[in-house]
């Protein structure tokens, strides 16, 4: 019950799919058209009140002030909460606090900086996505499939797995060098302002991209790391509008390769997931590298050439959002497929992830049962260890998207749980034998 009912506030409202639906005909209709009255539907009440939930739902943690979703609702309460945010909007009186940076270690190493807004700040920010994301989403190219409604990652890879099949097998794996630290704010608000001309908007996205950015030092001391005024470029990773903005910007390398016609023109295929992009050609590299360099050149960014390559996927594979991709040829009917699996960075970082996992859960079994193995307790370990079993499968079939128990139950059965994933074996024998040991 409680999934539904958290499903139930997930779900769109009515009132708020009219209205994208409204924006979303009209810029789709009218391609040159510029919005210019939107800001009264961010601090609509049904529309922030879905973006707290929205925002909600993906958890998170404070930002620089400290509050939690927990304190929120302990306190003054989500109702309160969203009528005062309301105000601020209504009256122009909403400030953006600072962002907290925290950082994560990447894949390949190193880490990566992620920005945390305040809870107010990401609301706010989430009723803004709700109102302007449909009218980007009629102009974003149907090669684009990052961070987008209604597309997915798995269509990014169908869709490249499509062009190899068709000949498109020299493949430039990209690399925008620190995409998201680089993004020019002016030129970032003038693709906003090719179709939202509403100050209000303008000025309060200006307002997200200049806050300060702070960060916790090893002494506990905060101190000033970026963002600010002064600053020029950037946009957290981490914030709920940024892949938005990130996909705008980028967009314009997709609109240039289709006003120009460079697909038929030079014999290729770009896809692209947000900053991650894949160049697909038929009729040799040479010149579709150098248009992206020299776009990405005109937008202020550049390639990462240590990272950026040119693969022929007849011969080696290349990676593509933890896929690792390649032509072979089938022992079955000697004809070329795609071969398409989990590259040996993601298999690598999933077999990290299960020895912390079940060293964490074998150590809650090995003290369950130190204590509970005990007399009549056969029956109540058997249940437990078979519990054990079906969420370990669980976990693993939802990290590799087995969504039928019968796949689940193929590809790990009781023996591989044991042997190559090392889970601990709950006995199931009566705890007699300690019992009468303590006579």
Same mark, same amino acid.
């Given at each position: 019950?409680?999934?539904?009912?958290?499903?139930?506030?997930?779900?769109?409202?009515?009132?708020?799919?009219?209205?994208?639906?409204?924006?979303?005909?009209?810029?789709?209709?009218?391609?040159?058209?510029?919005?210019?009255?939107?800001?009264?539907?961010?601090?609509?009440?049904?529309?922030?009140?879905?973006?707290?939930?929205?925002?909600?739902?993906?958890?998170?943690?404070?930002?620089?002030?400290?509050?939690?979703?927990?304190?929120?609702?302990?306190?003054?309460?989500?109702?309160?909460?969203?009528?005062?945010?309301?105000?601020?909007?209504?009256?122009?009186?909403?400030?953006?606090?600072?962002?907290?940076?925290?950082?994560?270690?990447?894949?390949?190493?190193?880490?990566?900086?992620?920005?945390?807004?305040?809870?107010?700040?990401?609301?706010?920010?989430?009723?803004?996505?709700?109102?302007?994301?449909?009218?980007?989403?009629?102009?974003?190219?149907?090669?684009?499939?990052?961070?987008?409604?209604?597309?997915?990652?798995?269509?990014?890879?169908?869709?490249?797995?499509?062009?190899?099949?068709?000949?498109?097998?020299?493949?430039?794996?990209?690399?925008?060098?620190?995409?998201?630290?680089? %993004?020019?704010?002016?030129? &970032?608000? #003038?693709? =906003?302002? $090719?179709?939202?001309? !509403? @100050?209000?908007?303008? +000025? %309060?996205?200006?307002?997200? &991209?200049? #806050?300060? =950015?702070? $960060?916790?030092?090893? !002494? @506990?001391?905060?101190? +000033?790391?970026?963002?600010?005024?002064?600053?020029?470029?950037?946009?957290?990773?981490?914030?709920?509008?940024?892949?938005?903005?990130?996909?705008?910007?980028?967009?314009?390398?997709?609109?240039?390769?289709?006003?120009?016609?460079?697909?038929?023109?030079?014999?290729?295929?770009?896809?692209?997931?947000?900053?991650?992009?894949?160049?697909?050609?038929?009729?040799?590299?040479?010149?579709?590298?150098?248009?992206?360099?020299?776009?990405?050149?005109?937008?202020?960014?550049?390639?990462?050439?240590?990272?950026?390559?040119?693969?022929?996927?007849?011969?080696?594979?290349?990676?593509?959002?933890?896929?690792?991709?390649?032509?072979?040829?089938?022992?079955?009917?000697?004809?070329?497929?795609?071969?398409?699996?989990?590259?040996?960075?993601?298999?690598?970082?999933?077999?990290?992830?299960?020895?912390?996992?079940?060293?964490?859960?074998?150590?809650?079994?090995?003290?369950?049962?130190?204590?509970?193995?005990?007399?009549?307790?056969?029956?109540?370990?058997?249940?437990?260890?078979?519990?054990?079993?079906?969420?370990?499968?669980?976990?693993?079939?939802?990290?590799?998207?087995?969504?039928?128990?019968?796949?689940?139950?193929?590809?790990?059965?009781?023996?591989?749980?044991?042997?190559?994933?090392?889970?601990?074996?709950?006995?199931?024998?009566?705890?007699?034998?300690?019992?009468?040991?303590?006579?």
């Amino acid at each position: 019950m409680e999934g539904a009912g958290i499903a139930a506030i997930l779900t769109t409202p009515e009132s708020i799919r009219t209205l994208q639906r409204k924006l979303y005909r009209k810029a789709k209709q009218e391609p040159a058209y510029r919005f210019y009255a939107l800001y009264d539907k961010v601090y609509r009440a049904d529309i922030l009140d879905h973006a707290y939930h929205r925002v909600r739902a993906k958890q998170g943690g404070a930002g620089v002030d400290g509050v939690t979703f927990e304190a929120i609702e302990r306190g003054e309460g989500v109702t309160a909460f969203v009528a005062e945010l309301q105000e601020a909007l209504r009256s122009k009186q909403y400030r953006a606090s600072p962002v907290r940076r925290v950082r994560t270690p990447k894949a390949g190493g190193g880490w990566r900086p992620l920005g945390i807004p305040t809870i107010r700040d990401r609301v706010a920010q989430m009723a803004v996505k709700l109102v302007i994301e449909p009218i980007f989403e009629a102009d974003f190219s149907e090669t684009s499939y990052g961070f987008r409604p209604g597309k997915s990652a798995h269509q990014a890879i169908d869709d490249i797995a499509y062009a190899l099949n068709c000949g498109y097998t020299e493949v430039i794996d990209a690399d925008v060098s620190q995409y998201f630290d680089t %993004i020019p704010h002016g030129k &970032l608000l #003038a693709v =906003v302002a $090719e179709r939202i001309v !509403d @100050g209000a908007i303008l +000025h %309060i996205l200006r307002m997200w &991209l200049k #806050a300060p =950015v702070v $960060e916790e030092a090893e !002494d @506990g001391r905060r101190r +000033h790391t970026g963002g600010g005024q002064g600053n020029p470029c950037g946009t957290p990773q981490g914030g709920v509008i940024s892949p938005l903005l990130a996909n705008l910007y980028l967009h314009l390398l997709d609109r240039i390769w289709q006003r120009h016609g460079l697909q038929g023109r030079l014999g290729v295929r770009l896809v692209r997931y947000a900053d991650d992009f894949v160049v697909l050609c038929r009729k040799g590299s040479a010149a579709p590298l150098a248009v992206v360099r020299h776009v990405l050149g005109r937008l202020g960014l550049r390639l990462n050439e240590q990272k950026t390559r040119v693969v022929d996927a007849r011969r080696e594979s290349f990676e593509f959002l933890g896929f690792a991709l390649r032509m072979r040829v089938s022992w079955k009917t000697g004809h070329s497929y795609p071969h398409v699996q989990p590259s040996k960075r993601s298999i690598q970082k999933i077999k990290t992830q299960l020895a912390v996992l079940m060293a964490q859960v074998n150590a809650a079994l090995r003290g369950w049962v130190g204590y509970f193995h005990y007399r009549n307790c056969a029956r109540s370990l058997l249940r437990v260890r078979e519990h054990a079993e079906q969420r370990v499968r669980t976990h693993l079939c939802r990290r590799h998207q087995i969504r039928h128990r019968v796949g689940g139950y193929a590809r790990y059965p009781v023996r591989r749980l044991y042997a190559a994933y090392g889970l601990y074996r709950v006995p199931t024998t009566a705890g007699w034998t300690r019992a009468n040991a303590l006579r």
